[in-house]
């Protein structure tokens, strides 16, 4: 067996089924271990950050790591803004980069980078490979990384002839993922107390604590305490929807966000980081809370967020407490004008059973929630480290965790166009993923932040830096020059109409709603 | 004045006229500086890779930097694939990558990230400022690393609050770019003894060497002494053309390298690397060159290389030598199907004077070179550190640097797929560029490699990595998705029609050759 078969061997046998892959010459050993050994599906994306981004997408869904495959240094880099979301997201991924034969670097052929210090910004953990003899014992522990809660990235590097030579080196076992840590009690029952405090103290969650489960003991929590729940302003994964607990998220803006803290005396972090401004304003405080506010962290996203809940549900006596959970409830078909808020209505109006939502929209999605806390119950995922250009790759890999799902993306304009080749992989894959494009034609969210910060008009070069209707782009277009039927939408009617019949169908749709 | 004005204006004292840009919230305040600071277009890329792309194409026809303005860490990654072929192009580059405020750093927000760990493998020089009052003279400094030949990466990372803070500190003055050092003459007096020696000795130039006045240099010393000329593999720029002397390059593949190479005894390098294999092959060697080559170098890519060559002109008494340029003559337009070939022979045909190309053509391209010998005098560019994305920025970036020449972008469409939106800068500005897309409809390189490597065919896995037929790609949709006409050809009658009428017509103009 060579170095790239037992690599392969390895992901198997840690249960790694999908691999991610923009190969190039450096992994042409490992593309024929692929090839060879049946058990990982591999499916290709026509540039990095399409791999990377649905890698994270399917680790949120699936709830383990799938493997990427990058072509060295350059390639990697492709990858890594969405490597820094996946990271943001504590999505685990075990990306393979290949890299030159270990005899071969010294000479600084023309692909050569310091693949290490690329790596490691965006990487919990990375390790290049030394030879065939030791691929396997990396890849054991680079899966180890990536599935240490809360989910890590790790980066393993295989030189050209630690994949192409022989090895003997007994394959490992893998060790399954560690558990999570529980939370010190004492610690929880100080935190009871803060609850009991009421409204004053808020709870603040992210991630697993925002699974149906999680958001429930929570909902008792506050019926019980008349404390506050958050989520952060971006999380990985909630789930949402009638029966479920609705949570408010942490607002973007930071006169808002000041506003939503303005009675908080004790925050309390349970597996979320404590919130700051997204940037820095002049004159505008870079904490969301107020400074006599004592922030606490009670447990980390690696710890056992859920026994932490079970926990305080136990020490507050509020087991028989109801929680707020969503009704079932739509809002009615808009009518007229495409706006953010409509199109984010007609989403809620039509959503299906168990959908799962990809959504990027940026400036136009900020009333999502309002019109899908009663829709059915669904899975809402996010952009989670600001790096736009993750939507249609986040989509991407949901649709592959998630194949009897249908997932509607919901994709800015502006961010879209940084990955937009993701639209072949779901033609090519015939991904069941319906995308809405929010066509506002500028980077409206840099208009706003324009005005903000200098209070005055932007004139002809800096519109010509904010504007993107010179020429207008044609999402129709651009879409079934990928493979992906489309059709646009100018009106409410025209849109409910589209929407409801790509939700009826399967397959991959694009919706370019013209705002 | 605030930071952000104090760096416009330093990069306007330094020469630079022209920004590509992908701007985010955090470079508000340099946006609103070049927006009342007239002096530097600014044009806006929907991806940060078309940005430094273009960057890099601007600089090799410019012999300037431009600027970029890029979008902290994550927007530096998207920028770094083809930073690294802009470094292996020696393209002074100076970067501008917004930062947090220095005091929100520590508050690790969702963007933040170790932005200097990311830039330093594909910058020469890396700094980020600390404050308004030294932004002008860090930006002086990158301006200087920049300028100092060959050209280098210069990367300045802008916290938002040196932007927006007011200074008063002067304006520095910025260096005019340092002379090339003059090559030791002893050094070049050995060196012409070798030359003397005939076929056994190359003489291995790249970038400088290879504009029409060093060549013709070089072709006399050639006429004089019977040595061999290469170019490197890959070139940053290389006047060619009818009247100018035609040069060959190292092939691509290791055994027709190591035959070119087979009866050297002496390679002087003038600027250039050492021939090395693209990629390691198990069993094959690395480098080019045969075990008893003498490999010296002469002088260094920053080197002044046309006095060097006139040394050795005179010195060898080849003032009088005749070289052997070009003579005017172009190949019959060709018939038929269109393969890789034809659609060279095609350009060859058809190519107008002064043109420039941009050539990312990889497996189709190979034997463009024969077939524009002869050509009307024109530019060639091409991808130089391996990384592909870069044929349309590269051009892109040509045109910007030169308006009134045409830019003929030769572009393989698998690689072509990585910075598709930089058609959509081309249609608003209406860039006159006319684009030929080699639709094979494959990773045609790694079929090749596939079968070098291992010796069999690939299987349906391995296929599903390196193929992109299901679908295919209709870049005619996705090139009018973007702004840019497009027509698709399918014979050689087609394309010789269809290239025809885009060289008369001005504006891009995208022809999908499908081979």
Redesign the interface.
Request: aromatic content about 8%; glycine content about 14%; some cysteine.
């Given at each position: 067996m060579n170095g790239a078969e037992a690599l392969v061997r390895t992901l198997i046998a840690g249960g790694i089924d999908v691999c991610f892959?923009n190969?190039?010459?450096?992994e042409?050993?490992f593309?024929?271990a692929?090839?060879?050994i049946?058990g990982?599906r591999?499916v290709?994306a026509?540039?990095e950050?399409v791999a990377t981004g649905a890698a994270d997408g399917y680790a949120r869904m699936a709830e383990k790591p799938a493997a990427t495959?990058l072509h060295l240094?350059?390639?990697l880099?492709?990858g890594?803004?969405n490597l820094?979301?996946a990271r943001?997201a504590w999505s685990p991924v075990v990306n393979v980069v290949g890299e030159?034969?270990t005899?071969?670097r010294e000479?600084?052929?023309?692909?050569t980078?310091?693949i290490e210090?690329?790596a490691?910004?965006?990487s919990h953990w990375v390790r290049t490979t030394a030879s065939p003899d030791s691929v396997a014992a990396d890849a054991a522990d680079a899966i180890r990384a990536a599935r240490t809660p809360p989910g890590r990235i790790a980066t393993l590097i295989l030189p050209?002839?630690a994949a192409?030579?022989e090895t003997r080196a007994a394959l490992p076992n893998v060790a399954p993922p560690p558990p999570r840590p529980r939370i010190d009690e004492a610690k929880l029952r100080a935190a009871a107390d803060e609850l009991r405090k009421g409204p004053s103290t808020v709870l603040m969650l992210t991630n697993v604590g925002l699974r149906a489960r999680a958001l429930e003991l929570a909902g008792r929590i506050a019926a019980k305490t008349g404390c506050r729940l958050t989520a952060q302003?971006?999380n990985a994964r909630i789930e949402r929807g009638a029966g479920r607990l609705p949570i408010a998220r942490v607002p973007y803006a930071v006169e808002p966000a000041l506003d939503y803290f303005r009675d908080t005396r004790t925050l309390l972090l349970l597996g979320a980081?404590?919130p700051?401004?997204?940037?820095?304003y002049?004159g505008k405080p870079?904490?969301n809370t107020p400074p006599d506010c004592a922030i606490e962290t009670l447990g980390g996203p690696g710890d056992d967020i859920v026994h932490a809940l079970e926990f305080l549900v136990d020490a507050l006596d509020a087991g028989r407490a109801v929680p707020a959970l969503a009704k079932p409830q739509r809002p009615p078909l808009p009518a007229g004008a495409l706006t953010g808020d409509t199109i984010m209505q007609t989403v809620g109006a039509l959503l299906p059973e168990n959908a799962i939502i990809a959504d990027e929209s940026v400036t136009s999605g900020r009333r999502l929630f309002s019109f899908t806390d009663g829709a059915p119950p669904h899975d809402y995922i996010q952009l989670?480290?600001?790096?736009i250009?993750e939507g249609l790759p986040l989509a991407t890999g949901a649709a592959i965790a998630c194949p009897d799902r249908k997932v509607v993306c919901l994709q800015a304009d502006?961010s879209g166009?940084?990955t937009?080749?993701a639209l072949?992989t779901m033609?090519?894959e015939k991904l069941d993923v319906v995308t809405v494009v929010m066509a506002n034609r500028s980077y409206a969210?840099?208009h706003g932040?324009?005005r903000n910060?200098?209070a005055?008009a932007?004139?002809?070069?800096?519109r010509?830096?904010?504007d993107?209707d010179?020429?207008?782009?044609?999402?129709?277009?651009?879409a079934?020059?990928?493979?992906v039927e489309a059709a646009r939408a100018t009106t409410c009617e025209e849109l409910a109409k589209v929407f409801a019949g790509a939700l009826r169908g399967k397959g991959p749709f694009l919706i370019e709603a013209v705002i």
């Open positions: 892959a190969p190039g010459t450096s042409m050993h593309v024929a692929l090839d060879r049946p990982i591999c290709l026509l540039f950050g495959l240094g350059p390639g880099a492709n890594l803004a820094h979301n943001r030159h034969a005899y071969h000479l600084d052929a023309p692909l980078s310091d210090a690329l490691k910004p965006m050209g002839d192409w030579n302003m971006s980081k404590a700051v401004a997204f940037f820095a002049p870079g904490r989670t480290g600001g790096s250009g502006g166009m940084y937009l080749q072949w033609a090519r969210i840099l932040e324009f910060v200098l005055g932007p004139g002809e070069r800096a010509a830096m904010l993107l010179r020429p207008a782009l044609d999402w129709v277009q651009m079934r020059g990928q493979g």
